[in-house]
């Protein structure tokens, strides 16, 4: 089975299951896992900020002066697993990260997504590398404009694994990007 672009059953999917959340801020943490040479994978929860429009590109936001960063730098293959508890699926994506910093061409995702986050999110960005705040960090933080160590963190989804707790028994899926679009099977668990 194969879908358009525009039309990506899994997204439809990971749409359906956010909305059935009770609290749409469980709903906003995923696990994103990236590798490092010297420690293996590194795990940690991040906030998910959206989905790029009708595609396959999934959003966060990070400090790049994080170990994360450096990470994607080496190997730019990540793997995120969220789980929702209301809708009782857990998806496994995989693809590849691209960090857009204040030198990325096109500012205007980073600037987007800026602007919609809180201010008291805004400015953790204007803390100093040990995590101390400046005095001048909320005004600091209403800008417009974020501040250079801000990075839009932009996946490229290229496989989905769908596992469907809700029924008995439970039922696995795969997504992947063909050469024809996305296609998916039903695998054994």
């Known amino acids: 089975m194969t879908n358009t ?34 420690r293996g994978a590194q795990v ?6 959206g989905f790029s429009d009708n595609s396959d590109r999934l959003f966060m936001a990070t400090d790049l002066r994080s170990d994360k960063v450096k990470q994607v730098i080496t190997d730019n293959r990540v793997q995120v697993a969220w789980y929702f508890s209301e809708a009782r699926e857990q998806y496994r994506l995989s693809g590849t990260m691209a960090c857009l910093g204040s030198s990325a061409v096109d500012q205007e995702p980073r600037r987007a997504l800026w602007n919609a986050m809180s201010l008291s999110v805004r400015a953790s960005f ?53 050469d024809n679009g996305w296609e998916n099977e039903r695998i054994a668990l």
């Open 44 to 49: 940690r929860t991040l906030v998910f900020r």
């Open 5 to 38: 672009e525009n039309n990506i059953e899994w997204r439809g999917l990971i749409d359906r299951a956010v909305s059935l959340a009770d609290n749409v801020n469980t709903a906003a943490y995923l696990q994103l896992a990236t590798f490092d040479d010297d």
């Open 126 to 178: 204007f803390c100093d590398a040990m995590g101390q705040e400046p005095k001048d960090a909320k005004e600091l933080a209403a800008s417009a404009t974020p501040p250079d160590y801000f990075a839009l963190l932009s996946m490229t989804i290229s496989e989905v694994e769908l596992l469907s707790l809700a029924q008995s028994p439970h039922m696995r899926r795969r997504f992947w990007l063909g």
